[in-house]
């Protein structure tokens, strides 16, 4: 799994902190953004894995960025991540093609678990 490329995109320093630094310990290369745009630039450019994306962000809605991420033709597995623990917002990006919904906060097991899960098998990418 290693040199495998992950996106972390969350308005949250701390969150994009401590991802960064327990992905970088995994020996994934990380990446980091704070905005949609800034997220969306980054995804197009690098072409990550795996992304973690936050449902709220200051410049849009996650749900929407998932639903433009599967349009395009390269796909990568997102794991949408929001402190609002809502059935219905977990189901929405189930359905929009999430491969993952993580509660913030998040315990670091189950971080490990989604990772590892995700990252396994990365060949219908």
Do not use: C, W
């Not at 972390?8 to 953004?33: P, T």
């Not at 992304?51 to 796909?75: A, M, Q, Y």
Request: glycine share 6%; net charge neutral; charged share 25%.
């Amino acid at each position: 799994m290693m040199n495998k490329l992950i996106l972390v995109i969350d308005d949250e320093a701390e969150i994009r902190s401590l991802l960064s630094r327990f992905l970088g310990r995994k020996g994934f290369s990380v990446l980091v953004a704070g905005t949609l745009k800034e997220g969306r630039k980054l995804y197009n450019d690098s072409k990550p894995e795996l992304v973690f994306l936050d449902v709220n962000l200051p410049d849009g809605n996650g749900l929407n960025e998932l639903k433009h991420i599967n349009s395009s033709k390269f796909h990568s597995k997102i794991i949408m991540m929001s402190a609002f623990d809502h059935n219905e917002v977990k189901m929405e990006a189930i359905q929009y093609g999430a491969s993952d919904f993580l509660s913030k906060p998040f315990n670091i097991a189950r971080l490990d678990q989604v990772v590892q899960t995700q990252l396994t098998n990365t060949s219908n990418i």
